[in-house]
């Protein structure tokens, strides 16, 4: 038997809500615009300075210097992140990333699971940890008194659950994204390996534990959901690649070369300095010629500036291969984004309903093999 040991953070969270249109039509040259709704959203952590207070964190979930840790790397462990304010919108975007980081990098979540909720309940306001705590000394037995056995949430919870899972119906090990609408009424069977086949669920197998996992959902003003992940290997990704550095947010100032062997060159100078992948799809720079910054990825082709922070952010826009094949040549690639469900019209209610966002999870059992 291996013991399994890894720790899951969500480092970036972001809710945006999207114009409702008048008649449905859009000219396609018409870029949409959309509002960050900012206490719903954080970059890299939560702190008093910002949004914490608009978030119940529980459990052992805790916001670091760098990242909000949902899972701790120790077995047994339970996770809970819920906003506090509702979304008054009928038209929004979510769109966060996760990141695991497995001591084995061949090792996978096992039995852990990850879920994402919009519930159409005011979770945070039922939600009483000195409840929990003062009826039990476990957390399993105090969550399962409060009704909340089904990935820390309610069984018949009322609302979309996006579960992110590690083993199948079999028990083997096969990850898997499975989105539910529950519908307030339904029970859904808590043991979670039955989830990927439950009745009315839609499932991707998909290796969702990375470095940096992105997930995108949007509600549409019919009430259609989708939602997408892309779980690109930065490594592979970025190594020998051209990227225009853009340092007051408008003009390229430089063109940056991050090589395989983990230098970079400025232009047409001589390799130095170094590039590394951090967790959460970022990128450690530096170079003796005045570039020392972290930068965050967003999607596969552009990367803005996290640290230290500036405004207007400087940022990255991706130019090319540096060796291309003949078929890679002068061309941008297409993002690698992977749907993971489509639900129907009329899914999420119209009429702009209020509904939260929430994280939850369990680290799993002590030990695989």
């Not at 047994?76 to 975007?93: A, M, T």
């Not at 919009?118 to 009704?147: M, N, P, R």
Request: charged share 25%; glycine share 8%; hydrophobic share 35%.
């Amino acid at each position: 038997m291996a013991t399994r040991d890894f720790a899951l953070a969500t480092v970036v969270l972001v809710l945006a809500a999207l114009p409702l249109a008048t008649d449905g039509r859009k000219p396609k040259q018409e870029k949409e615009t959309s509002w960050r709704m900012a206490h719903h959203s954080f970059t890299k952590t939560l702190s008093y300075d910002n949004t914490l207070g608009d978030w119940v964190s529980s459990a052992a979930t805790m916001a670091l210097r760098d990242r909000v840790q949902l899972l701790p790397p120790v077995p047994d462990r339970y996770g809970i992140l819920w906003n506090k304010q509702p979304v008054r919108s009928g038209k929004f975007e979510v769109s966060f990333t996760l990141s695991g980081t497995p001591k084995d990098s061949k090792a996978g979540p096992d039995d852990a699971v990850v879920a994402f909720w919009i519930g159409l309940k005011d979770w945070a306001a039922e939600y009483s940890e000195q409840e929990i705590v003062t009826k039990s000394k476990s957390w399993k037995e105090g969550l399962h008194a409060a009704g909340l056995t089904f990935a820390v949430n309610r069984p018949n919870f009322h609302g979309l659950g996006l579960l992110f899972l590690g083993k199948d119906r079999s028990k083997s090990n096969r990850q898997s994204a499975t989105v539910l609408w529950g519908d307030g009424s339904k029970v859904y069977d808590h043991n979670l390996q039955n989830v990927p086949e439950a009745p009315g669920a839609t499932t991707k197998y998909i290796d969702w534990l990375t470095l940096g996992t992105q997930v995108k959902l949007k509600v549409d003003e019919n009430g259609g959901i989708k939602g997408f992940a892309l779980t690109s290997d930065v490594n592979e990704l970025v190594g020998d690649t051209q990227w225009s550095y853009i340092e007051d947010g408008a003009n390229s100032q430089a063109f940056l070369s991050l090589l395989a062997d983990g230098r970079i060159k400025v232009n047409d100078g001589d390799p130095a300095g170094s590039w590394k992948v951090l967790p959460g799809h970022r990128l450690r720079l530096w170079h003796p010629d005045k570039l020392d910054c972290t930068m965050r990825l967003e999607g596969e082709l552009a990367a803005v500036q996290e640290d230290p922070r500036r405004f207007p952010s400087p940022s990255m826009s991706f130019v090319g291969k540096l060796n291309p094949k003949p078929e890679e040549a002068n061309k941008v690639p297409d993002e690698k984004w992977v749907q993971l469900f489509e639900l129907p019209e009329s899914t999420f209610p119209k009429g702009s309903p209020e509904c939260y966002i929430g994280f939850s999870g369990w680290a799993g059992s002590t030990s695989w093999g």
